[in-house]
């Protein structure tokens, strides 16, 4: 069974403050996609990656997916209260279906 | 831009009544899923259907039931709720990246 292992699960910062949370797991993965949920509303898409060692930028979002296609991280530069909600990953070895981590919670202090 | 609309948003239900969760989706996307969301355990697949006249059993099925109505429309049904199925349920279709609907917020008492 693959697993997609997020941490931390939760995180409280100060408005300005620099971030990274982490999507991990054993299973090699042909692309990994990270999404951003508010409260109330469905996750939406922010990237995709499907490339070992690919880096994307959105705005002060920085995505990397791991030279070996297992893990990925997502750096957040300068938070910002807008940034607030549940970040989840979710990736697939090339079938249908995507397996989704449990999410980090991130919340950003005015 | 509609994208993927689910109905009902809130509903209560009573432990044994039946209930079918609707979802439509303006996209022309062929593949459309069916997930619900619980405290700590992500999102968590129940059923999903590839193409239109298609369906497959996901991670947790079992209660559940779906319908593929045609290449827009595919349906989740509780045939006998349960409390262990109050849950969030998101209905998303897939072109390059999953498209979710806003959810609906399932209470079994």
């Known amino acids: 069974t693959q697993l997609l292992e997020q941490s931390p699960q939760f995180l409280s910062i100060q408005e300005g403050e620099n971030l990274t949370v982490y999507c991990n797991s054993s299973?090699?993965?042909?692309?990994l996609q990270w999404y951003r949920q508010e409260p109330g509303e469905g996750p939406v898409l922010l990237v995709t990656?499907?490339?070992?060692?690919e880096v994307k930028k959105l705005k002060r979002l920085t995505f990397q997916f791991g030279d070996a296609r297992k893990d990925s991280s997502l750096h957040i530069t300068a938070a910002q209260p807008g940034d607030t909600g549940l970040y989840l990953c979710?990736?697939?070895?090339?079938?249908?279906?995507?397996?989704f981590g449990t999410g980090t919670r991130l919340k950003v202090l005015a | 831009n509609a994208g993927v609309t689910q109905t009902p948003k809130f509903q209560v239900l009573k432990t044994g009544q039946s209930m079918t969760l609707q979802c439509a989706q303006d996209m022309n996307h062929n593949s459309m899923y069916w997930y619900r969301q619980d405290p700590g355990m992500g999102l968590r697949l129940i059923y999903y259907s590839a193409s239109e006249g298609t369906t497959d059993k996901g991670e947790v099925p079992n209660g559940y039931n779906v319908s593929r109505l045609n290449k827009r429309e595919f349906s989740l049904r509780l045939e006998s709720a349960a409390p262990s199925q109050t849950s969030v349920y998101f209905c998303a279709s897939v072109g390059t990246g999953y498209t979710f609907g806003s959810g609906t917020r399932l209470t079994v008492v």
């Open positions: 299973s090699v993965f042909s692309s």
């Open positions: 979710a990736g697939t070895s090339g079938t249908y279906k995507y397996i």
């Open positions: 990656v499907v490339t070992g060692g």
